[in-house]
């Protein structure tokens, strides 16, 4: 451990040669940033919130910036599994949901290693390329794809409009 911050939300973060931890108030481990999603040095030499709640990381190597309030975060593709060409991302029942070239993929989170990773969803009826998504009500997401209009409910089932 070379240094550590406590953030305005009330979480902490611990810089090592490994990334950035980031606890909750209890100490249970939240996120972990590495140079394999996101951080171009692993070795955290120092940590800074700035007044928008940004945290800056002083590194081995250079300076990186986490923007903690922002949907989107790096990925690294063979890790993410991410094998697809992706044409639009939507956030749905807490996940993040990928209309893409082979169908639906969806977010999936490894608590071991606090990695984030997608698999396809319903991929034996949907094999193919979908545009876009639209979060209708909280409780369905529309998918447009190449036979129209379909229906993703909370639960992932899958249903084809037409």
């Known amino acids: 451990m070379y240094c550590g911050e406590k953030f305005k ?5 611990v810089g090592t040669i490994n990334g950035l931890f980031v606890f909750d108030q209890y100490f249970n481990i939240i996120s972990h940033f590495g140079i394999d999603n996101g951080l171009q040095d692993s070795f955290v030499r120092s940590i800074h919130e700035d ?37 639009y991302i939507g956030k749905f029942n807490n996940n993040l949901y990928f209309a893409t ?7 999936f989170v490894n608590h071991k290693n606090f990695r984030q990773y997608f698999l396809p969803l319903e991929r034996d009826k949907i094999q193919g390329q979908t545009w876009s998504l639209l979060n209708f009500d909280e409780k369905n997401l529309i998918v447009a794809s190449r036979w129209g209009l379909d229906h993703i409910n909370k639960n992932d089932f899958y249903k084809r409009f037409f």
């Not at 070239?101 to 977010?107: E, L, M, Q, Y």
């Open 101 to 107: 070239s082979k169908g639906i993929n969806k977010s």
């Open 51 to 87: 007044m928008q709640g940004n945290i800056w990381l002083g590194l081995n190597d250079g300076i990186s910036k986490i923007n903690f309030s922002s949907k989107v975060k790096k990925f690294e593709k063979i890790k993410s599994k991410i094998d697809f060409i992706t044409n």
């Open 9 to 13: 939300n009330g979480n902490y973060a």
